[in-house]
């Protein structure tokens, strides 16, 4: 099975970075995903690491240590509209399984 | 990629009756699931949508109280039976186009009531 930890909140200001963090206890590793939610939305796909190492995409860089079974999102330059939830998952199992998203905050 | 589509977009319904939500794909996809969310929290598998043959459902999950069909690669219906208030959520489905292990689409959810 599946066991994803990621913190409840973070709160940062405008123009600040934050990293959000995500740790896993898989039965099988085939990836980590990050989605991002805005209240009332559905989510959207942000990043998919499989191997080692930070993948950057603009103002959001993804990483992964699969030896640590710990990945990061970081949030650079922080904008308004990034205010929402980000949930962090892992597939396994034919299924993709989530972690309790963690919900930023910015503040001007 | 793939455009997901959702009916109804919300429902408000009375205790003891059913709902039929339907997910549309603009395109044939390999797998598709339902999710729930509650309000404030994060999205809970309810089962994988089997093209063919019955839903495989999770732990807490029963195709007695959540029947799920998909006649073909781009549609999926979820029954939620016998509601009841605590059925009270969003109701979301996703489809993966090439498989589990790459990226999911998400619906734009149902968002049910249930009085």
């Known amino acids: 099975g599946q066991n994803i930890d990621q913190p409840t909140e973070m709160t940062a200001t405008e123009g600040a970075i934050v990293q959000i963090n995500c740790t896993y206890q898989?039965?099988?590793?085939?990836?980590l995903f990050w989605y991002q939610q805005h209240a009332g939305e559905a989510p959207t796909f942000l990043s998919y690491n499989v191997l080692d190492g930070l993948e950057e995409k603009g103002r959001f860089s993804s990483f992964l240590s699969r030896s640590k079974g710990y990945s990061y999102l970081l949030l650079k330059e922080l904008q308004m509209k990034d205010s929402a939830s980000y949930l962090c998952?892992?597939?396994?199992?034919?299924?993709?399984?989530f972690g309790a998203g963690t919900t930023v905050t910015v503040r001007a | 990629s793939a455009v997901i589509s959702q009916k109804p977009s919300r429902d408000i319904c009375q205790r003891g009756t059913s709902l039929t939500i339907q997910c549309q794909v603009d395109?044939?996809?390999?797998?598709m699931f339902w999710y729930r969310q509650q309000p404030g929290q994060s999205l809970t598998l309810i089962a994988t949508?089997?093209?063919?043959?019955?839903?495989?459902?999770e732990s807490g999950f029963v195709i007695d109280k959540f029947p799920i069909s998909r006649p073909n690669l781009t549609f999926s219906t979820l029954t939620v039976s016998n509601m009841s208030p605590e059925d009270s959520s969003i109701y979301l489905c996703?489809?993966?186009?090439?498989?589990?292990?790459?990226?999911?689409?998400f619906g734009p959810g149902t968002r049910l009531t249930v009085l």
């Open positions: 898989t039965s099988g590793f085939n990836g």
């Open positions: 949508a089997n093209q063919g043959s019955e839903a495989t459902y």
């Open positions: 996703s489809a993966s186009p090439t498989g589990p292990y790459n990226e999911q689409f």
């Open positions: 395109s044939q996809v390999t797998m």
């Open positions: 998952a892992s597939p396994g199992d034919y299924k993709l399984s």
